[in-house]
């Protein structure tokens, strides 16, 4: 019987490998935007799940590119409501990506608890990247959306994570 209170040691993969593992969980966001919970803005979607899950499961770099990756695609999807914004609230997502993926790091047991507030705490500060198309009060009052979505996001990814952590091998 193996201890899965360690962390397994890592593999070294292919470079293709790799690359074809961001395009499938950037293919996921995708399918992801299509799962809208109600909002006024339409970006909102079930598209952060697999880049949190590649986060906490592959890594910083990983989460870094799958959810920068899939904001864009979702926001391209969507028609870009947002317009030039967009750039910089994909920034800000694989940022989010970045900061969950090294916040797990920290603690192999436990590690996903801060790293799933850290996500939810950055996704949901983003609201003030619309401010320049919105405005203030509309931004304000897309806040609890953008905070729910967020928080569901995270929920599904974190509990994905858990279920398969040390036992998946992809």
Sequence with gaps: MTDRSQKPTIRKVSK?????????FSALCVIGSFIHPPSPIQTVAFDSSPGFFAALYFGAIDGLL?????????????????????????LGM???????GLVNNINYRWGFVPAAICGIAINTSLF???????GWAAAIAFFPFLLLASTMN???ATLAYVSVRGRLRI
């Design 128 to 134: 003030v990247m619309a401010v320049p198309a919105l």
């Design 66 to 90: 799958v959810t920068g990756i899939g904001h864009v695609i979702t926001s391209i999807v969507n028609g870009l409501p947002l317009g030039i914004l967009h750039l910089p609230i994909a």
């Design 94 to 100: 694989a940022s989010t990506g970045g900061v969950m």
């Design 154 to 156: 995270s929920a599904v």
């Design 16 to 24: 293709t490998y790799r690359i074809a593992r961001i395009s499938i």
